[in-house]
């Protein structure tokens, strides 16, 4: 069921200073923005020359920047699953088909205790966790625009469910009074600035989903004659990839659409920020910045590749750094100067830790798998964030469309370790020294390998996570190693050598 937005007359709401005065200590907003398969180096704060994201950085400069966040799995679905729930997307969920997972009557999501807060609350954009039943509707949004099934748009210029599209997952319905040609981001801008400067009695929590910058790369054309010339200034040639995994890595930005399509969600993200000031709310609102996964940087054939993730390796489809490391800000209300954390937090940590800045009740039942960050954003010292160890799980890959393969992971401190379980292979990287994971320690650090192991397999059977079954895997692809399980003998890297 589509929800609608009423306006209430001017003269009946509390203007939004004496609102904001009385709810900023306990109750301040929520402005929660997430963009689509947006890596950690695809903006200029973090050392574009191609990508221009002014607006972002000048919300960093009034941020929290987390140097080390990461998302639970490096795809939509999974990802966006833990973001929401504040659950680990490797928890076993009865139905699942591999690592998919859905919101369901049984999940508890991250509005929710916002709803039981008094909030007034809104998603606009992309969902993608909807089983045909539970949708965000069921699950505390009080308005929905646009979030349903579609995991991305059939094209960013509307309408955007045109008729005749083969898959219908790429229809999204909710936004039929776009303008004939409007784009996509601008849409959800100008939808998201009226729900900001709507007057209303209590705080909001409110979700813009981009669908950018996922495929098709499509972007209005005066942006990409822009970048077009800026690539040419750069003296880009040719990328000449370089072969990783089951495949090839883009080695350079220098793609001028999704350079185009990243300015129009900065562009955006500008708007709604000048909404909040303009209607005296900026000082009384957390604004939270994250992207769902990597970029997409790799392939297993020749589809189109958008960016990379350089200096981190991989990207969309990895445990690599660059398919789980993103892009992360939390700006705190009235806060003015930049800040810097360099823990490894988790997406879905983002649930427990608003619901605690904000005072609102989390159901005692629901079971989450993050922590609050509530005391690194006000500069305490949080041990037990410091201390914890960090995992990842695949039981699906396609190393003919993004080249990757089935693994499990474990960041134990500096340390990262990679367990490609249908391969026999393990790898072992020093993220402090070699975040580009380079240089695999697997032989050279045996003790270290074994340890990790051992937490990781300890993990698996916890958390009952569910394996790879190589009946069901496309063996031209991937060959695999009969009996391998999670408590089986291994190589470290290429090399045969037994854990004993």
Same mark, same amino acid.
């Given at each position: 069921?589509?929800?609608?937005?009423?306006?209430?007359?001017?003269?009946?709401v509390i203007p939004?200073a004496?609102?904001?005065?009385?709810?900023?200590?306990?109750?301040?907003?929520?402005?929660?923005?997430?963009?689509?398969?947006?890596?950690?180096?695809?903006?200029?704060?973090?050392?574009?020359?191609?990508y221009?994201?002014? @607006? /972002?950085?000048h919300?960093?400069?009034? !941020? $929290?920047?987390?140097?080390? &966040?990461?998302?639970?799995? #490096?795809?939509?679905?999974p990802?966006?699953?833990?973001?929401?729930?504040?659950?680990h997307?490797?928890?076993?969920?009865?139905g699942?088909?591999?690592?998919?997972?859905k919101?369901?009557?049984?999940?508890?999501?991250?509005?929710?205790?916002?709803?039981?807060a008094?909030?007034?609350?809104c998603?606009?954009?992309?969902?993608?966790?909807?089983?045909?039943?539970?949708?965000p509707?069921?699950?505390g949004?009080?308005? @929905? /625009?646009?979030?349903?099934?579609?995991? !991305? $748009?059939g094209?960013?210029? &509307?309408?955007?469910?045109? #008729?005749?599209t083969?898959?219908?997952?790429?229809?999204?319905?909710?936004?039929?009074?776009?303008?004939?040609?409007?784009?996509?981001?601008?849409?959800?801008t100008?939808?998201?600035?009226?729900?900001?400067?709507?007057?209303?009695?209590?705080?909001?929590?409110?979700?813009?989903?981009?669908?950018?910058?996922?495929?098709?790369?499509?972007?209005?054309?005066?942006?990409?004659?822009?970048?077009?010339?800026?690539?040419?200034?750069?003296?880009?040639?040719?990328d000449?990839m370089?072969?990783e995994?089951?495949?090839?890595?883009?080695?350079?930005?220098?793609h001028?659409?999704?350079?185009?399509?990243?300015e129009?969600?900065?562009?955006?993200?500008?708007?709604?920020?000048?909404a909040?000031?303009?209607?005296?709310?900026y000082?009384?609102?957390?604004?939270?910045?994250?992207?769902?996964?990597?970029?997409?940087s790799?392939?297993?054939?020749?589809?189109?590749?958008?960016?990379?993730?350089a200096?981190?390796?991989?990207g969309?489809?990895?445990?690599?750094?660059?398919?789980?490391?993103?892009?992360?800000?939390?700006?705190?209300?009235?806060?003015?100067?930049?800040?810097?954390?360099d823990?490894?937090?988790m997406?879905?940590?983002?649930l427990p830790?608003?619901a605690d800045?904000?005072?609102?009740?989390?159901d005692?039942?629901?079971?989450?798998?993050?922590?609050?960050?509530?005391?690194?954003?006000?500069?305490?010292?949080?041990?037990?964030?410091?201390?914890?160890d960090?995992?990842?799980h695949?039981?699906?890959?396609?190393?003919?469309?993004?080249?990757?393969?089935?693994?499990?992971a474990?960041r134990?401190?500096?340390?990262?370790?990679?367990?490609?379980?249908?391969?026999n292979?393990?790898?072992?990287?020093?993220?402090?020294?070699?975040?580009?994971?380079?240089?695999?320690?697997?032989?050279?650090q045996?003790?270290?390998t074994?340890?990790?192991?051992?937490?990781?397999?300890?993990?698996?059977?916890?958390?009952n996570?569910?394996?790879?079954?190589?009946k069901?895997?496309?063996?031209?692809?991937?060959?695999?190693?009969?009996?391998?399980n999670?408590?089986?003998?291994?190589?470290?890297?290429?090399?045969?050598?037994?854990?004993?």
């Amino acid at each position: 069921m589509k929800l609608t937005l009423k306006l209430v007359a001017a003269s009946t709401v509390i203007p939004f200073a004496c609102v904001q005065a009385q709810n900023t200590m306990q109750h301040p907003n929520v402005l929660m923005l997430v963009v689509d398969d947006w890596g950690a180096h695809d903006l200029s704060l973090t050392g574009s020359k191609l990508y221009e994201t002014k @607006n /972002i950085d000048h919300l960093a400069q009034e !941020s $929290t920047n987390f140097s080390q &966040a990461y998302v639970a799995y #490096p795809r939509s679905v999974p990802s966006r699953y833990s973001l929401i729930t504040g659950r680990h997307c490797a928890r076993p969920q009865t139905g699942a088909k591999t690592d998919d997972r859905k919101v369901d009557a049984d999940s508890y999501c991250i509005a929710m205790p916002f709803k039981e807060a008094g909030y007034n609350t809104c998603i606009i954009g992309k969902w993608h966790l909807s089983d045909g039943k539970t949708m965000p509707e069921d699950k505390g949004f009080d308005l @929905n /625009i646009g979030a349903g099934k579609a995991g !991305s $748009t059939g094209t960013y210029f &509307a309408p955007f469910n045109k #008729p005749g599209t083969s898959n219908p997952d790429k229809l999204i319905y909710g936004m039929e009074d776009a303008q004939s040609g409007e784009y996509l981001t601008d849409y959800m801008t100008r939808k998201m600035v009226d729900y900001l400067k709507t007057p209303r009695s209590q705080p909001f929590f409110a979700i813009c989903s981009f669908y950018a910058v996922h495929t098709p790369l499509e972007a209005k054309q005066e942006m990409i004659n822009r970048y077009e010339t800026k690539i040419e200034k750069l003296g880009l040639g040719e990328d000449p990839m370089k072969k990783e995994e089951a495949g090839d890595c883009k080695t350079q930005q220098d793609h001028p659409v999704y350079a185009a399509m990243i300015e129009s969600v900065d562009e955006g993200i500008g708007k709604m920020i000048e909404a909040l000031k303009t209607t005296g709310q900026y000082d009384h609102t957390i604004i939270v910045l994250i992207s769902d996964h990597g970029g997409l940087s790799n392939r297993g054939n020749k589809r189109e590749l958008a960016t990379t993730n350089a200096p981190l390796k991989a990207g969309k489809g990895h445990l690599y750094e660059g398919g789980l490391r993103v892009p992360m800000l939390v700006h705190l209300p009235g806060q003015k100067e930049n800040k810097t954390c360099d823990l490894p937090v988790m997406s879905f940590d983002l649930l427990p830790t608003l619901a605690d800045l904000c005072n609102a009740p989390v159901d005692g039942k629901a079971e989450l798998d993050g922590m609050s960050l509530k005391p690194a954003l006000t500069g305490k010292n949080p041990p037990a964030l410091a201390a914890r160890d960090l995992f990842w799980h695949k039981a699906s890959q396609r190393p003919t469309s993004t080249g990757d393969y089935v693994s499990t992971a474990i960041r134990s401190g500096r340390y990262k370790l990679l367990d490609f379980y249908q391969q026999n292979r393990i790898e072992l990287y020093d993220l402090q020294s070699d975040p580009g994971e380079n240089h695999n320690l697997a032989i050279e650090q045996p003790e270290i390998t074994r340890q990790l192991m051992q937490k990781l397999n300890d993990w698996r059977k916890e958390m009952n996570v569910k394996m790879a079954d190589p009946k069901t895997m496309n063996h031209n692809d991937n060959k695999l190693n009969p009996g391998d399980n999670a408590n089986g003998d291994k190589k470290y890297g290429k090399k045969k050598q037994t854990l004993k």
